[in-house]
């Protein structure tokens, strides 16, 4: 599958589609941008024929609280490590979409 990474009001944003319009990640800027970027992705999925735009984030993260002001989240899937030694804390590991290797 094909990736795409396109840039709007100076905003790098990485996503895929497929039968949805997934958002893998979007570089970090304030709400007030995120709401115009956000308007733009929702014109390009429905040009696509996508009628839902799909993003998996990290609970707390500034993407989870901004989608979580927007809609109802569901539930998505529990992610699983393995640590082979404890220099890293695992609870700090935050992640997006274009983390999983099926983005």
Do not use: H, M, R
């Not at 009001?9 to 893998?24: E, N, Q, R, T, V």
Request: hydrophobic letters at 45%; one cysteine or more; proline letters at 1%.
């Amino acid at each position: 599958e094909k990736k795409y990474l396109i840039e709007i009001d100076k905003i790098l944003i990485w996503f895929k589609i497929d039968a949805f319009f997934w958002i893998g990640d979007i570089e970090t800027c304030d709400q007030k941008k995120l709401d115009k970027i956000i308007i733009k992705l929702k014109k390009i999925a429905a040009l696509c024929g996508c009628t839902e735009i799909t993003v998996n984030a990290s609970q707390g993260t500034i993407l989870d609280k901004y989608f979580s002001s927007l809609a109802t989240l569901k539930a998505t899937s529990p992610v699983g490590f393995v640590s082979f030694n404890n220099d890293l804390e695992l609870k700090n590991l935050k992640y997006t979409s274009a983390d999983f290797d099926t983005f």
